[in-house]
T-cell receptor, first 111, second 115 residues
Protein backbone atom coordinates (compact mmCIF):
# COMPACT_ATOMS: atom_id res chain seq x y z
CA UNK A 1 0.00 0.00 0.00
CA UNK A 2 1.37 3.40 -0.92
CA UNK A 3 -1.01 5.76 0.84
CA UNK A 4 -0.08 9.23 2.02
CA UNK A 5 -2.83 11.12 3.80
CA UNK A 6 -3.30 14.83 4.43
CA UNK A 7 -6.09 17.06 5.63
CA UNK A 8 -7.10 19.10 2.56
CA UNK A 9 -7.92 22.25 4.56
CA UNK A 10 -8.12 25.08 3.72
CA UNK A 11 -5.95 26.37 6.52
CA UNK A 12 -6.24 30.14 6.90
CA UNK A 13 -3.71 32.07 9.00
CA UNK A 14 -2.68 35.71 9.45
CA UNK A 15 0.60 36.95 8.05
CA UNK A 16 3.50 36.24 10.42
CA UNK A 17 1.91 33.15 11.97
CA UNK A 18 3.70 29.83 12.41
CA UNK A 19 2.07 27.23 10.19
CA UNK A 20 2.05 23.51 10.89
CA UNK A 21 1.15 21.12 8.07
CA UNK A 22 0.88 17.41 8.76
CA UNK A 23 0.79 14.16 6.91
CA UNK A 24 0.70 10.43 7.69
CA UNK A 25 2.00 7.59 5.60
CA UNK A 26 1.50 3.84 5.65
CA UNK A 27 4.40 2.34 3.69
CA UNK A 28 7.45 1.95 5.93
CA UNK A 29 9.51 0.66 3.02
CA UNK A 30 9.63 4.10 1.49
CA UNK A 31 12.41 5.98 3.23
CA UNK A 32 12.51 9.25 1.33
CA UNK A 33 10.16 12.06 2.39
CA UNK A 34 9.36 15.28 0.58
CA UNK A 35 7.29 18.42 0.74
CA UNK A 36 6.18 20.05 -2.50
CA UNK A 37 4.43 23.37 -2.98
CA UNK A 38 1.88 23.83 -5.75
CA UNK A 39 0.58 27.20 -6.82
CA UNK A 40 -2.66 27.44 -8.75
CA UNK A 41 -2.31 26.30 -12.38
CA UNK A 42 1.32 25.23 -11.81
CA UNK A 43 3.15 21.97 -11.31
CA UNK A 44 4.46 20.86 -7.92
CA UNK A 45 7.77 22.37 -6.84
CA UNK A 46 10.06 20.55 -4.42
CA UNK A 47 10.55 22.48 -1.17
CA UNK A 48 12.40 20.02 1.02
CA UNK A 49 13.37 16.40 1.22
CA UNK A 50 14.85 14.16 3.88
CA UNK A 51 15.81 10.55 4.40
CA UNK A 52 15.96 10.47 8.16
CA UNK A 53 13.88 10.97 11.24
CA UNK A 54 14.22 14.30 13.00
CA UNK A 55 14.24 17.86 11.76
CA UNK A 56 15.64 19.47 8.66
CA UNK A 57 15.65 23.24 8.37
CA UNK A 58 15.87 25.49 5.30
CA UNK A 59 15.25 29.18 5.94
CA UNK A 60 11.71 29.64 7.23
CA UNK A 61 10.83 26.00 6.55
CA UNK A 62 11.39 23.00 8.83
CA UNK A 63 10.53 19.45 7.83
CA UNK A 64 10.07 16.88 10.57
CA UNK A 65 9.79 13.12 10.19
CA UNK A 66 8.74 10.71 12.92
CA UNK A 67 9.15 7.21 11.55
CA UNK A 68 7.88 5.53 14.72
CA UNK A 69 4.47 7.15 14.26
CA UNK A 70 4.69 7.49 10.45
CA UNK A 71 4.11 11.20 10.72
CA UNK A 72 5.55 13.99 8.54
CA UNK A 73 5.28 17.69 9.33
CA UNK A 74 6.20 20.97 7.68
CA UNK A 75 6.54 24.12 9.75
CA UNK A 76 6.58 27.56 8.17
CA UNK A 77 7.79 30.44 10.33
CA UNK A 78 6.83 34.06 9.72
CA UNK A 79 4.33 33.05 7.06
CA UNK A 80 3.84 35.42 4.12
CA UNK A 81 0.92 35.91 1.69
CA UNK A 82 3.24 34.53 -1.00
CA UNK A 83 3.24 31.23 0.92
CA UNK A 84 -0.43 30.79 -0.01
CA UNK A 85 -0.47 27.56 -2.02
CA UNK A 86 -1.25 23.88 -1.74
CA UNK A 87 1.39 21.88 0.13
CA UNK A 88 1.84 18.27 -0.88
CA UNK A 89 3.67 15.74 1.22
CA UNK A 90 5.14 12.76 -0.57
CA UNK A 91 7.26 9.72 -0.01
CA UNK A 92 9.35 7.57 -2.30
CA UNK A 93 11.75 4.68 -2.33
CA UNK A 94 15.39 5.61 -2.37
CA UNK A 95 15.89 3.74 -5.61
CA UNK A 96 13.25 5.15 -7.92
CA UNK A 97 12.65 8.59 -6.31
CA UNK A 98 9.10 8.45 -7.69
CA UNK A 99 6.94 10.50 -5.31
CA UNK A 100 3.63 9.19 -4.07
CA UNK A 101 1.70 12.31 -3.18
CA UNK A 102 -0.82 13.14 -0.53
CA UNK A 103 -3.89 15.08 -1.52
CA UNK A 104 -2.35 18.35 -0.39
CA UNK A 105 -3.32 20.97 2.18
CA UNK A 106 -4.46 24.36 0.93
CA UNK A 107 -2.85 27.20 2.88
CA UNK A 108 -4.10 30.78 2.80
CA UNK A 109 -1.98 33.47 4.47
CA UNK A 110 -3.92 36.71 4.69
CA UNK A 111 -2.31 40.14 5.24
CA UNK B 1 16.59 28.39 -13.81
CA UNK B 2 15.94 25.71 -16.44
CA UNK B 3 12.38 24.50 -16.64
CA UNK B 4 10.21 21.76 -18.06
CA UNK B 5 7.98 23.04 -20.85
CA UNK B 6 4.61 21.53 -21.70
CA UNK B 7 2.39 22.21 -24.68
CA UNK B 8 -0.42 22.90 -25.16
CA UNK B 9 -1.52 24.40 -21.87
CA UNK B 10 -5.11 23.36 -22.58
CA UNK B 11 -6.37 20.67 -24.94
CA UNK B 12 -10.01 19.95 -25.72
CA UNK B 13 -10.94 16.75 -27.51
CA UNK B 14 -13.91 14.56 -28.27
CA UNK B 15 -14.34 11.22 -26.57
CA UNK B 16 -12.71 8.47 -28.59
CA UNK B 17 -10.13 10.75 -30.21
CA UNK B 18 -6.39 10.36 -29.87
CA UNK B 19 -4.40 13.06 -28.12
CA UNK B 20 -0.69 13.67 -27.79
CA UNK B 21 0.62 15.77 -24.94
CA UNK B 22 4.06 17.21 -25.42
CA UNK B 23 6.87 18.00 -23.02
CA UNK B 24 10.39 19.32 -23.35
CA UNK B 25 12.32 18.13 -20.27
CA UNK B 26 15.32 19.96 -18.90
CA UNK B 27 18.34 19.46 -21.07
CA UNK B 28 20.73 16.75 -19.80
CA UNK B 29 18.10 15.19 -17.56
CA UNK B 30 17.92 11.42 -17.79
CA UNK B 31 14.63 10.41 -16.16
CA UNK B 32 11.23 11.45 -17.38
CA UNK B 33 7.78 11.14 -15.84
CA UNK B 34 4.12 11.72 -16.46
CA UNK B 35 1.68 12.41 -13.65
CA UNK B 36 -1.94 13.42 -13.73
CA UNK B 37 -4.25 15.29 -11.38
CA UNK B 38 -8.01 14.97 -11.66
CA UNK B 39 -9.73 18.06 -10.30
CA UNK B 40 -9.79 17.96 -6.50
CA UNK B 41 -7.77 14.75 -6.29
CA UNK B 42 -4.19 13.68 -5.71
CA UNK B 43 -1.34 14.08 -8.14
CA UNK B 44 -1.03 10.50 -9.42
CA UNK B 45 1.97 8.79 -10.98
CA UNK B 46 1.46 7.38 -14.46
CA UNK B 47 4.83 6.33 -15.87
CA UNK B 48 8.58 6.81 -15.67
CA UNK B 49 10.97 6.56 -18.60
CA UNK B 50 14.72 6.07 -18.65
CA UNK B 51 17.19 5.04 -21.33
CA UNK B 52 14.45 4.98 -23.97
CA UNK B 53 12.18 2.58 -22.19
CA UNK B 54 9.50 2.53 -19.52
CA UNK B 55 11.09 1.87 -16.13
CA UNK B 56 7.95 1.86 -14.03
CA UNK B 57 4.23 2.40 -14.57
CA UNK B 58 1.11 2.56 -12.45
CA UNK B 59 -2.17 0.69 -12.80
CA UNK B 60 -3.63 3.78 -14.47
CA UNK B 61 -1.17 3.48 -17.37
CA UNK B 62 -3.02 0.85 -19.38
CA UNK B 63 -2.88 -0.04 -23.08
CA UNK B 64 -4.56 3.23 -24.02
CA UNK B 65 -1.47 5.14 -22.95
CA UNK B 66 1.97 5.24 -24.51
CA UNK B 67 5.06 7.38 -24.15
CA UNK B 68 7.81 8.24 -26.54
CA UNK B 69 10.98 10.27 -26.73
CA UNK B 70 11.03 10.75 -30.50
CA UNK B 71 13.95 13.07 -31.03
CA UNK B 72 16.14 13.35 -27.95
CA UNK B 73 14.49 16.50 -26.67
CA UNK B 74 10.73 15.93 -26.64
CA UNK B 75 8.84 13.51 -24.42
CA UNK B 76 5.26 12.72 -25.35
CA UNK B 77 2.25 11.04 -23.79
CA UNK B 78 -0.31 9.59 -26.18
CA UNK B 79 -3.81 8.58 -25.24
CA UNK B 80 -5.21 6.46 -28.05
CA UNK B 81 -8.95 6.68 -27.47
CA UNK B 82 -9.85 9.25 -24.86
CA UNK B 83 -12.55 8.68 -22.28
CA UNK B 84 -14.45 11.24 -20.24
CA UNK B 85 -12.52 10.11 -17.16
CA UNK B 86 -9.21 11.03 -18.82
CA UNK B 87 -10.07 14.68 -18.22
CA UNK B 88 -7.35 15.91 -15.90
CA UNK B 89 -4.25 18.06 -15.62
CA UNK B 90 -1.27 16.14 -16.96
CA UNK B 91 2.15 17.00 -15.61
CA UNK B 92 5.48 16.09 -17.14
CA UNK B 93 8.57 15.96 -14.93
CA UNK B 94 12.24 15.24 -15.33
CA UNK B 95 15.23 14.65 -13.08
CA UNK B 96 18.70 13.36 -13.17
CA UNK B 97 21.97 14.99 -12.83
CA UNK B 98 24.54 14.12 -10.23
CA UNK B 99 23.82 17.22 -8.14
CA UNK B 100 20.03 17.10 -8.28
CA UNK B 101 19.51 13.38 -8.30
CA UNK B 102 16.47 13.33 -6.04
CA UNK B 103 14.65 16.38 -7.33
CA UNK B 104 11.88 16.11 -9.87
CA UNK B 105 11.21 19.26 -11.86
CA UNK B 106 7.60 19.57 -12.96
CA UNK B 107 6.15 21.47 -15.87
CA UNK B 108 3.06 23.68 -15.56
CA UNK B 109 0.83 21.00 -16.99
CA UNK B 110 -1.61 20.43 -19.84
CA UNK B 111 -5.28 20.62 -18.91
CA UNK B 112 -7.03 17.92 -20.95
CA UNK B 113 -10.78 18.23 -21.35
CA UNK B 114 -12.59 15.27 -22.95
CA UNK B 115 -16.12 16.10 -24.14
Amino acid sequence: QKEVEQDPGPLSVPEGAIVSLNCTYSNSAFQYFMWYRQYSRKGPELLMYTYSSGNKEDGRFTAQVDKSSKYISLFIRDSQPSDSATYLCAQASGGSYIPTFGRGTSLIVHP
Amino acid sequence: EPEVTQTPSHQVTQMGQEVILRCVPISNHLYFYWYRQILGQKVEFLVSFYNNEISEKSEIFDDQFSVERPDGSNFTLKIRSTKLEDSAMYFCASRGTVTTNEKLFFGSGTQLSVL
